[in-house]
């Protein structure tokens, strides 16, 4: 069974914990590399997150430039169980304070892959950002996946979107109308009416 760690739940956490249900668990086979030596494992911050941080196994500091992409690696292999993935996510503090994030977001790490867990961390920030040992850098998301059976058929059914997308739906916090009342008020203009 994994501990998690010791930082205890507040009150509120431990009487809201009590009636809901215990989280899924799978258990994930992990190798540390010659590079994740003296490294934690990847861990849980809060008995709620989602996902675990992964660290950076850098030897030395790697600089990060505004607008540059670098594969960083975690120093670990893992063994996913089949019907499951990883994603690799960025940090939502690094995110915004820094503007560092996972190029490929989420990255997938699917349960036949036996190479060493990388993340292509990307600098959109303005300006440079430096990975050091032990940073916490992405977070690892194990989730189920369902694997599609595609079926060819001649036509598809209708909706009431059809094929609007791409903020066809607005940006808008309020009530919005429909993709087919936002078409047919566009034919209007169009036509002139």
């Known amino acids: ?113 036996r190479g060493p867990v990388c993340v292509i961390m990307y600098n959109a920030g303005a300006g440079p950002f430096v990975v050091r040992r032990g940073d916490r850098i992405a977070q690892m998301v194990v989730a189920p996946v369902c694997r599609a059976e595609l079926e060819v058929v001649p036509d598809l059914d209708d909706t009431a979107r059809g094929q609007a997308g791409f903020g066809s739906t607005g940006t808008s916090g309020g009530q919005t109308e429909s993709a087919a009342e936002r078409a047919a008020e566009l034919e209007e203009r169009a036509d002139g009416s």
Do not use: C
């Open 1 to 113: 069974m994994e501990k998690l760690p010791k930082n205890p739940a507040s009150a509120k956490e431990q009487s809201i914990a009590v009636n809901e249900p215990t989280p899924a668990r799978v258990v994930v086979r992990v190798q540390r590399l010659p590079e994740g030596e003296g490294l934690p494992l990847p861990s849980y911050q809060t008995r709620r997150s989602a996902g675990m941080d992964l660290l950076a196994a850098v030897e030395l500091p790697v600089e990060l430039r505004p607008g540059e992409v670098k594969l960083i690696p975690t120093g670990i292999r893992i063994a996913l169980p089949d019907g499951y993935e990883a994603q690799i996510r960025p940090r939502s503090g690094l995110a915004l304070h820094r503007g560092i994030t996972v190029l490929n977001a989420p990255g997938t790490v699917d349960s036949d892959y």
